[in-house]
């Protein structure tokens, strides 16, 4: 049995007449007509359209699914045979990481345990011993650390007193011009200028200088527009190389009533501490 569907039809009767008080314009009322459905056609092309959206639509979900699943850490829905291979190579790899870390843990935990063994096994005090000389006694190990801090010391020394002969040429110029600051300063009863911008001080010409200028710095005057910031640079800490103790007196300083001689003297004292040493002998405090 067919079944029927209603479509309107706009054909003219001829048994409708317009009447006086019909507010109508004259055109006739549509007509409707019934057709089966068998005679309603589609066409072949929007169907297929139809079709092809819908398998693109349900690829990309798939898609989605896929990466989202993987963004998880959950197993993602694979397809095709690279994305499974390529899935089979990221957990492979994923496993040897694991393992890798794994492994370092361990080799960590057994440095940590054989440090920890060693330091318990080793005694709280030591001393010179003549039975224990493995590695030499406990003055050997002392003076085998010492010789490894004045290795490069040692070293340069040597370089630098290449083609001199007298004591007094082994003093570096810079340290000379520090124990003469340091003579002239006790003769005129004042401290010694050992600061690291005496020799380099900035002059007028400096641009630093210029511009502390033009902001109403004077020489002299402290910083800050008070003025009453500090005058003299910040100064480096003075660096002590010999292991002397509280209240120990150092007799090659230079003393206020030292005569000629006795400056001399006290200064191829400090050029003794740079004479060449091939062979990092310790260098000890010279006294008389």
């Known amino acids: 049995m067919n ?29 409707v ?25 349900e690829k990309a979900k ?16 694979i397809d095709t045979e690279e994305e499974k291979k390529r ?65 490069e010391w040692a070293r340069d020394l040597t370089e630098n007193a290449k083609g001199k002969h007298h004591l007094s040429d082994f003093l570096p110029p810079e340290e000379l011009e520090k124990f003469l600051e340091k003579v002239k300063a006790v003769k005129e009863g004042r401290e010694a200028d050992f600061s690291d911008y005496a020799k380099y001080k900035i002059q007028e010409d400096n641009i630093g200088f210029k511009m502390l200028q033009k902001a109403g710095w004077k020489e002299g005057e402290g910083l800050g527009s008070k003025g009453d910031g500090i005058v003299q640079p910040i100064n480096k800490g003075k660096v002590s190389f010999d292991q002397s103790g509280i209240g120990v007196e ?24 740079f004479r060449p040493n091939p062979l990092n002998n310790p260098r000890r405090p010279y006294y008389s």
């Not at 569907?5 to 549509?30: E, L, Y």
């Not at 066409?43 to 297929?48: E, F, K, Y």
């Not at 150092?250 to 501490?273: G, S």
Request: aromatic share 6%.
């Open 87 to 151: 899935a089979k190579a990221i957990e492979e790899q994923k496993m040897m990481n694991s393992i890798y870390e794994k492994v370092i843990q361990q080799q960590v935990l057994l440095a940590m345990e054989a440090s920890k063994t060693r330091e318990s096994n080793k005694p709280k005090y030591e001393y010179d011993s003549d039975e224990e000389t493995e590695g030499g006694t406990w003055e050997h190990k002392k003076r085998h650390q010492e010789m490894m801090k004045t290795l």
């Open 3 to 31: 079944e029927l569907c209603t479509v309107p039809s706009t054909a003219p009767s001829n048994s409708a007449r317009k009447r006086r008080w019909d507010d109508s314009d004259g055109n006739p009322s549509p007509v």
């Open 62 to 77: 798939a898609l989605i699914r896929a990466k989202a699943a993987a963004l998880l850490g959950g197993a993602p829905i």
């Open 33 to 57: 007509t019934t057709l089966p459905v068998s005679q309603i056609t589609t066409s072949p092309a929007t169907s297929l359209s139809q079709i092809n959206s819908e398998s693109e639509f």
């Open 250 to 273: 150092k007799v090659h300083e230079v003393q206020q009533d030292d005569d000629d001689f006795e400056v001399y003297r006290k200064r191829m004292m400090l050029a003794y501490k």
